[in-house]
């Protein structure tokens, strides 16, 4: 129970790969804030088991993470309800192609605003309570920070600038707040059927590990970032199979 007493809030909280983070950090002691934007239902559900294993121990929040003005308010959420925030999990995002000469600015906003915009602003409104109380921050980024999906064009760059946000907010909020990613590889394919069997295929195979991984592989990482990591900060830890050093 390494994080007793302490709090998280994990944006996208409740399906996938932020479902597995709140999860493994409620599984290592800490009270949880789970927030969401459409999935009410999971989020309720998951917090009604979080806190049928520890009484009191979970609260879901709603937000559209776009509404930048509202930010604050999903950080007072933790801070009224368990007394502190400790550590913010970046997870949210928005997912889609964007093939070059259809972009618009409404995809570049959205893309941008959940993958970089709403991180910054949360982690903003979240630092003087984190520099209280020496917390953490992790920005869940992704492999093609480095190397760009084809078609997801603004997608990539949104998590580039994210993985330079985290070494960029390290420089800021330190000593007090280490702040880290964790890049994924294959964890969970889109859930709208967009990647076909012979897309899959294509990328497990270049997978050094030839398999797909799963949302805890993710959230064992967090976990180490939040936990034991205590000289660590700056860094972006790939979970991918060894995809990155093989695209
Ligand atoms: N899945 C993978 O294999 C993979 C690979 C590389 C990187 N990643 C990264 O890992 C993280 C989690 O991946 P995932 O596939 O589990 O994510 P996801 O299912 O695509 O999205 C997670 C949640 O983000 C929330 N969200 C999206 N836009 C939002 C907005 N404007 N305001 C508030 N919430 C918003 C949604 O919440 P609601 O459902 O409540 O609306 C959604 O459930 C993401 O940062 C992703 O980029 C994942």
Redesign the pocket.
């Known amino acids: 129970m390494q994080l007793a007493g302490k709090t998280a809030l994990v944006?996208?909280a409740?399906?996938?790969?932020?479902r597995a983070i709140a999860v493994r950090l409620h599984g290592a002691g800490a009270n949880v804030v789970l927030?969401?934007?459409?999935?009410e239902g999971e989020?309720r559900a998951l917090a009604a088991e979080l806190n049928a294993a520890r009484d009191g121990s979970a609260e879901f929040a709603h937000?559209?993470?776009?509404d930048t003005d509202i930010l604050p308010d999903l950080v007072e959420v933790a801070v009224d309800r368990f007394g502190s925030i400790d550590i913010l999990v970046n997870?949210?995002?928005?997912?889609y192609p964007t093939p070059i000469g259809n972009i618009t600015p409404s995809q570049f906003g959205?893309l941008m605003?959940?993958?970089l915009k709403?991180p910054l602003f949360l982690s903003q409104a979240a630092a003087p309570h984190l520099k209280t109380c020496r917390g953490a921050i992790i920005n869940?980024v992704?492999?093609h920070a480095e190397r760009p999906l084809k078609n997801y064009l603004v997608y990539s760059v949104a998590?580039s600038a994210l993985a330079g946000l985290t070494r960029a907010l390290a420089l800021e909020l330190g000593p007090e707040v280490r702040v880290n990613g964790v890049?994924?590889?294959?964890?969970?394919?889109p859930?709208d059927g967009s990647w076909d069997a012979a897309v899959r295929d294509r990328v497990i195979r270049h997978t050094m590990l030839k398999r797909q991984g799963e949302?805890d592989d993710?959230a064992k990482a967090v976990l180490f970032l939040a936990g034991d990591a205590g000289y660590v900060t700056g860094q972006i830890i790939a979970v991918d199979g060894g995809r990155s050093a093989n695209i």
Not at 63 to 66: F, G, I, K, Q, V
């Open positions: 944006t996208g409740a399906k996938r790969i932020g927030h969401y934007r459409n999935a989020a937000a559209d993470l776009l997870n949210a995002s928005s997912f959205e605003g959940a993958n709403a869940i992704d492999i998590k890049a994924p590889g294959p964890i969970a394919w859930e949302p993710i």
